[in-house]
């Protein structure tokens, strides 16, 4: 067991101006196209992809998993990553992580001037990492710990959501007080617009569209979308969102959770159905290959279908809530945090195992899987799971 402080490489003065030369005092874009995509690899993004509907092409533990390896923190609350190599990525405060998936050990970390919240990085194909944090910027690193640039939000607040990348190479990111949506090159930073939604959001993250549609949830209960261009479509009320991010199918119907339960809206604005959870939705749902809604609220889990009528529900008792968002594994069994363990079930919603943390604390990330099946979890360590 390993424990982490804070003795990793912070940005320098030559790494700062070499970031400011390379588009950190950023200009409006002008002319040309973004670059590159999101990174092929298990689980490159904040709930897996810019869709954000948690499925995963590998297959998780099938019974009861034993600890592979396991790194000390003082608390996490970020949910990790798995790049293209399988190295594992994870922030913890103010420091971002890369693990060697075989044992744990770190490979390199990098200390940012604030802390990280929930924040999951995003990857795209050139090995590029870009996560937010509370210091008004977003962050751009290399594959091997170096600072490539930042760009400055500016008054709109605290970076505290994870970015997207859209299949043209495309960042999308979101402020925080005055909900500014923020699309940057991957190259350098450059802005290539921004537009403010004038909302709140809070830990709510981008997702995005099949058609590049940009969705937002905001904490007065909005669900917005811009055109990739940044124009206004439209924008829906569904309910105080603070926690989940919005998840599209591939129908284009948009899954959003809130207090008020979990609701669907089409592409065109029109909210479709509200399915009433009994409780506060503060993750993020789940799509499963064949259309079911997986989503969590703090009373019970859900399985809806795509018309909103319940299909099977799990209750794992008081203290037991559900506020880390769910994955779906390629046999669609899903795994979710339930209060202080890690929980996993079948379609049907029948219980196939549980593992509970060394020292117990409410777990409010999202698992991760990797191509050899091994499943990485945040909770009160690092941990790396396996049959």
Known sequence: MRFHGREAASPTRREVAVALLAGLLVQPFVGGMAS???????????HGNAQHTGRSAYVGPSSSPTVKWEVGFPGLRSSPVIGPDGTVYLSSRRTFYAF?????????????PAIMRRNSAALDVYGR????ARDNRLWALGSAGQLLWYYIVGNDGDVNTSAAIAPDGTVYMVGTWNGIVHALTPDNGTLIWKQSIGEAVIYSSPALGLDGTVYVGTTNGHLHAKTSTGHFKWETQVGRIRFGAPAVG?????????????SAVDPDGNLLWRFDTGAWVASTPAIAADGTIYVGSFAAFHAVDPEGNELWRYEAGRGNGFYGSPVID?????????????????HNGELRWEFLPSRPRKII???AIAADGSLYLAADQFYALED
């Open 36 to 46: 590159a995509q999101l990174a092929s690899a298990p689980w490159p993004m904040a």
């Open 100 to 112: 060697d998936p075989a044992d744990g050990s770190e490979r390199w970390s990098y200390e940012l």
């Open 129 to 132: 990492i870009f996560i937010g």
């Open 250 to 262: 591939a129908d284009g119907t948009v899954y959003m959770g809130s207090r008020e339960g979990l």
């Open 330 to 346: 390629a046999n669609g069994d899903i795994y979710v945090a339930s209060g202080k363990r890690l929980i996993s079930l079948d």
């Open 365 to 367: 990330s999202t698992p």
